[in-house]
């Protein structure tokens, strides 16, 4: 089977796991006599380096011809004084627009021999594994006005969402409960936000349709606590665009490190982007020590949701499994025993694995 993925590396350490991830692909391709062909285009402070804007025209249209996208990571202190329309993260917020990327699926899921990686104890955080389910191109992020006013003494940003934004969401979310353990909690402040009285109405209304998915509606600051001291309670996690923002990378503390965190960001019909839920690490670019398991587990989202290879994604989720085992691990996780590799090393012992 030939496919076609368009890289787009990015900022930070996003060119180097970004080509960790391809070594992994091309070397998984090879094993299953696939054929997977590769193009790379900028987005981010490379882009606006390079052509003024955090998303140029071309990278756009080549996302939308690709069978799939693979982004690194976005942002750093370079650009930190630059107009809000010249920030890199402005480019990742234009391509989800542009791709229609609605659902946002970020798994998260503890793995033993990382127990002692996290924060947490290790009889809260044992077994968990779950799945958040963000709405990605509504809210906060892309409503208008968001500006300053009064000569800059006051600010306004306005949270819209239209009915049909939340409805999809909230379907995907069942559908995702169905095929796991089939919980759903759904996060809102629905005791303060007209948003977020919607929002759970319209869970309300869906429920019906799923009569075998337990709904829980949750307040976001008890699911925040919830998150860190009973995490085994939840199974799919259903929330707006902000609050499944903070949500997932608090849940990143489970794993032990955002290193350990893919993500799938899915349109009703078109092209999926995959990405790391961690960000640019600008600090460690460039000196080979960059975690690049959570954008390889990303790719094998890519396998399974964008080119429906079961088999292939389940090669890759086994490898790091055994990889992790093994004792193989980048500095970020910060364990004591085992061994610690750079991001070239780690990348050859899952290879090995698959």
């Known amino acids: 089977m030939s496919k076609h993925v368009v890289l787009l590396p990015g900022d930070g350490i996003g060119p180097e796991i970004i080509d960790a991830t391809q070594d992994v692909l091309i070397h998984l391709?090879?094993?299953?006599?696939?054929?997977?062909?590769?193009?790379?285009?900028?987005?981010?402070?490379?882009?606006?380096?390079?052509?003024?804007?955090?998303l140029p025209d071309q990278?756009?249209?080549?996302?939308?011809?690709?069978?799939?996208?693979?982004?690194?990571?976005?942002?750093?202190?370079?650009?930190?004084?630059?107009?809000?329309?010249?920030?890199?993260?402005?480019?990742?917020?234009?391509?989800?627009?542009a791709l229609d990327l609605y659902a946002n699926l970020r798994p998260v899921k503890g793995f033993p021999a990382l127990v002692s990686a996290s924060p947490l104890k290790e009889d809260i955080i044992k077994g968990s594994d779950l799945l958040i389910v963000r709405e990605l191109t509504g809210g906060l992020y892309f409503g208008t006005p968001s500006e300053r006013v009064e000569s800059g003494n006051a600010v306004v940003d306005t949270l819209y969402y239209k009915r049909y934004e939340m409805e999809r969401i909230i379907e995907k979310a069942f559908q995702s409960a169905q095929i796991r353990r089939k919980k759903l909690t759904s996060v809102d402040k629905a005791n303060v936000l007209e948003s977020s009285k919607l929002w759970r109405e319209i869970v309300e209304e869906k429920k019906l349709d799923y009569p075998d998915v337990e709904v829980h509606h949750e307040l976001?600051?008890?699911?925040?606590?919830?998150?860190?001291?009973?995490?085994?309670?939840?199974?799919?996690?259903?929330?707006?665009?902000?609050?499944?923002?903070?949500?997932?990378?608090?849940?990143s503390v489970l794993t032990g490190s955002l290193g350990m965190l893919p993500s799938a960001s899915l349109a009703e019909n078109g092209v999926g982007l995959y990405e790391p839920a961690h960000g640019s690490a600008p600090d460690i670019a460039g000196k080979g020590i960059a975690n690049p398991i959570a954008t390889i587990l990303s790719a094998a989202l890519l396998l399974r949701y964008s080119f429906n290879?079961?088999?292939?994604?389940?090669?890759?989720?086994?490898?790091?499994?055994?990889?992790?085992?093994?004792?193989?691990?980048?500095?970020?996780?910060?364990?004591?025993?085992?061994?610690?590799?750079?991001?070239?090393?780690?990348?050859?012992i899952i290879k090995e694995y698959i």
């Open 29 to 54: 391709s090879n094993k299953f006599n696939h054929t997977f062909t590769f193009e790379k285009q900028d987005i981010g402070g490379s882009a606006i380096d390079l052509y003024g804007t955090p």
């Open 309 to 348: 290879m079961e088999r292939e994604a389940e090669a890759i989720e086994k490898a790091i499994d055994k990889t992790i085992a093994a004792g193989y691990h980048t500095a970020d996780l910060k364990l004591e025993n085992g061994k610690c590799l750079g991001t070239k090393e780690l990348t050859e």
């Open 59 to 97: 990278t756009v249209e080549a996302c939308k011809v690709a069978d799939a996208v693979l982004l690194g990571a976005v942002g750093g202190p370079k650009w930190d004084k630059n107009p809000s329309h010249l920030r890199p993260e402005k480019g990742l917020l234009g391509i989800r627009k």
């Open 220 to 251: 976001v600051d008890a699911a925040a606590m919830k998150l860190i001291t009973n995490p085994t309670d939840f199974d799919v996690i259903v929330t707006e665009n902000m609050f499944g923002d903070i949500l997932s990378d608090e849940a």
